[in-house]
């Protein structure tokens, strides 16, 4: 597979420092901060390592500064809590500059029992035609429809991922970097003229806060779909939510992010 691909599992082996604490490399990346992505990739490697024995249920990260690509991030945990099924961890990422993210991260050993889903089923995965270039995705994606439109469309999106073969235990971690990559281009579908990669010249955009839940066990290496949509984009922020399922219809993970939207003046 590309270097990007073996770049990003070795960021994903945090190694520990001491007690509690842990550092791991950036990704080398032709982009202009630290990926979001990979803050929250590593959080929940992290959230394992600290407890466990136990997979993680919730993870929800704010991102008070801009992480510096390239630069190692250095992770400090609390356990506040370790139970038989449930565990409960904060974390700190620091880099040189100071924090880079905040995160709570619960944790839990999973059960039995019934189960109960009401969700719309996940459809056809598009063809081998329809396969998209998202460059800090590296692996296989696939999209019915256009993400970055230049005309005004619904504020919703479905995106087909997945990963070359890697171990179960790494299903979270690389799902949780997935989910924060097309959240701001959703929100942006209806502005007319206007896309992604119009960042940095027609409006201004950095994540502030993501969360995600994981209601099953997760495999990155077969086909999932992100099916996601944007509800509000208001004073100089977007709000959007995502549901991950499997190829077959079920519910794996779902997730919200909250970010910085602003736009330049006319």
Not at 3 to 15: A, G, Q, R, T
Not at 21 to 32: D, F, G, I, K
Not at 117 to 136: C, H, K, N, S, Y
Not at 162 to 177: H, I, K, N, S
Request: charged share 20%; net charge negative.
């Amino acid at each position: 597979m590309t270097d990007l691909w073996n770049d990003l599992l070795h960021c994903l082996v945090p190694k520990p420092l001491g007690q509690g604490v842990y550092e791991a490399p950036s990704q080398q990346l032709a982009y202009h901060r630290l990926f979001g992505g990979q803050l929250l990739a590593q959080t929940a490697r992290v959230a394992e390592l600290t407890c466990p024995g136990k997979a993680v249920k919730s993870l929800h990260v704010l991102f008070p500064r801009e992480g510096k690509g390239g630069q190692p991030v250095r992770y400090e945990t609390d356990c506040v809590q370790q139970g038989r099924t449930y565990g409960a961890v904060q974390i700190q990422a620091r880099q040189e500059h100071g924090v880079v993210a905040v995160a709570t991260v619960s944790l839990h050993t999973w059960e039995g029992g019934p189960q109960r889903q009401t969700m719309e089923a996940a459809g056809a995965l598009p063809g081998e035609e329809r396969r998209i270039d998202l460059e800090l995705l590296p692996w296989e994606t696939r999209a019915a429809t256009d993400l970055d439109s230049s005309d005004s469309e619904t504020p919703a999106y479905e995106l087909w991922t997945r990963t070359p073969p890697v171990t179960a235990e790494l299903g979270p971690a690389l799902l949780a970097y997935a989910t924060d990559l097309t959240l701001i281009g959703t929100a942006l579908r209806p502005v007319s003229g206007v896309t992604q990669h119009d960042a940095g010249r027609a409006f201004a955009s950095a994540v502030t806060s993501h969360s995600l839940w994981f209601h099953q066990p997760v495999r990155a290496d077969t086909w999932l779909l992100l099916r996601q949509h944007s509800p509000l984009a208001a004073h100089g922020r977007c709000h959007g939510r995502g549901d991950v399922l499997t190829q077959q219809g079920e519910l794996v993970a779902s997730y919200a992010q909250d970010a910085l939207l602003r736009f330049a003046p006319q």
